[in-house]
């Protein structure tokens, strides 16, 4: 899989963290939104939370319900392997694809400073 299309939505928070909403668009057909989270790590980067998918449809759905049944987390079912273990380097390549589309990278800098 990968990322057609990101931008930043807003900050939230996800367990008790100030978090980055990135709306990304990719080129799965089972997933093709998804919302990825991100935080601030120590090394002046980012860390990728969670990922949900992101099944509302807006047309008839439109106001940003994160109680939603269409929002469901899928961070381990995306990038685990066949030993049901995470494979962090497909992991770590769709969070660069993410955060070096358009100017997501300086937004989340602005936004979780």
């Known amino acids: 899989m990968n990322v057609i299309e990101a931008h930043v939505r807003r ?8 978090c980055g909403e990135v709306e990304v668009h990719t080129d799965d057909p089972q997933c093709e939104n998804v919302l990825a989270y ?8 980012f860390d990728l939370v969670s ?5 509302a449809d807006f047309l008839t759905d ?14 381990m079912q995306w990038f685990e ?6 494979d962090w380097g497909r992991r ?3 969070k660069l ?7 997501v990278r300086e937004y989340l800098h602005r936004l979780l400073g």
Request: charge should be negative; glycine fraction near 6%; avoid cysteine.
């Open 97 to 103: 694809q993410v955060l070096e589309s358009g100017q």
């Open 38 to 45: 991100f935080s601030n790590s120590g090394d002046n980067e």
């Open 92 to 94: 770590e390549t769709f």
């Open 81 to 86: 392997n066949r030993n049901t273990k995470t």
């Open 11 to 18: 900050s939230v928070e996800r367990d008790g963290a100030t």
């Open 51 to 55: 990922i949900v998918r992101n099944d």
């Open 62 to 75: 439109w106001f940003d319900n994160s109680m939603h049944t269409a929002f469901e987390e899928i961070s």
